[in-house]
T-cell receptor
Framework: DAKTTQPPSMDCAEGRAANLPCNHS???????VYWYRQIHSQGPQYIIH???NNETNEMASLIITEDRKSSTLILPHATLRDTAVYYC??????????????FGPGTSLSVIP | GAVVSQHPSWVICKSGTSVKIECRSL??????MFWYRQFPKQSLMLMAT?????????EQGVEKDKFLINHASLTLSTLTVTSAHPEDSSFYIC?????????FGQGTRLTVV
C-alpha cells in the first residue's frame, strides 16, 4: 500500500472548517484513500473514502486532487467532539475483500473553543 | 453501519496468566479480521490477520505462540495473550471488513500487574 504523509498536529477554532491534508504521491490506480479518526481510548471510526472523485457524507467531505497524489479531509463546522487523531490511509479495496489497514502516525486535531 | 464488538473493554490480570479477548461482528459475516495493538501516544500497530477456518498471518516481530488467534466462525475471532507480562499491557483493537469498509471494535485495555 502507498505511504501517506500527514502533519503531526493541527488546531482549529470551534465552528470553523477543519482542513486536514494528506500526501500520497505513490498511490496506485486501484488504491482508495480512506480516512478514519480515533478519539482518545476508543477504536478508530470510519469517516469517508474515495478513489478519484470528491466525496461528501454527513460527517465530512473528501477532496482528491486530479493526479490523486494528495487529498484533503474537510470537517465543515468543527466541534469540540471532533478533537481526535485523524488517519489518512491508502488501501486496496477489492469487490469482496479488504486489504489490511496499516496506520501511520496521523494528524492530531485539536478543536479549540 | 456494521458493528464490531470487543469483550472485555478492560481487563487486569496477574503476570504469568493468560487473557482472552473476543471480537465479534454483530450484523455481518467476516472471513477476515485484524488485530492491532496500540501503546500510549502511538499509532495502531497491526499484529495479525485472522482468517476464518485457517491459521492467522502474523506481522513480522509478533510472536505467534504468545498471541494466539482463533477465528472459528464467521462472526468471532479471539486473541489470547499467553503468559502475560507487564510489557504486554496495551490497548488491543480488532477490526472486521465488509466489502469496502473496515469496522473497528471499541478496544480492550489490558493491564498486566
Amino acid at each position: 500500500d502507498a505511504k501517506t504523509t500527514q502533519p503531526p498536529s493541527m488546531d482549529c477554532a470551534e465552528g470553523r472548517a477543519a482542513n486536514l491534508p494528506c500526501n500520497h504521491s505513490t498511490i496506485s490506480g486501484n488504491e482508495y484513500v480512506y480516512w478514519y479518526r480515533q478519539i482518545h481510548s476508543q477504536g478508530p471510526q470510519y469517516i469517508i473514502h474515495g478513489l478519484k472523485n470528491n466525496e461528501t457524507n454527513e460527517m465530512a467531505s473528501l477532496i482528491i486532487t486530479e493526479d490523486r497524489k494528495s487529498s484533503t479531509l474537510i470537517l465543515p463546522h468543527a466541534t469540540l467532539r471532533d478533537t481526535a487523531v485523524y488517519y489518512c490511509i491508502a488501501v486496496t479495496a477489492e469487490k469482496t475483500s479488504y486489504d489490511k489497514v496499516i496506520f501511520g502516525p496521523g494528524t492530531s486535531l485539536s478543536v479549540i473553543p | 453501519g456494521a458493528v464490531v464488538s470487543q469483550h472485555p473493554s478492560w481487563v487486569i490480570c496477574k503476570s504469568g496468566t493468560s487473557v482472552k479477548i473476543e471480537c465479534r461482528s454483530l450484523d455481518f459475516q467476516a472471513t477476515t479480521m485484524f488485530w492491532y495493538r496500540q501503546f500510549p501516544k502511538q499509532s495502531l500497530m497491526l499484529m495479525a490477520t485472522s482468517n476464518e477456518g485457517s491459521k492467522a498471518t502474523y506481522e513480522q516481530g509478533v510472536e505467534k505462540d504468545k498471541f494466539l488467534i482463533n477465528h472459528a466462525s464467521l462472526t468471532l475471532s479471539t486473541l489470547t495473550v499467553t503468559s502475560a507480562h507487564p510489557e504486554d499491557s496495551s490497548f488491543y483493537i480488532c477490526s472486521a471488513s465488509q466489502v469496502t469498509e473496515a469496522f473497528f471494535g471499541q478496544g480492550t485495555r489490558l493491564t498486566v500487574v
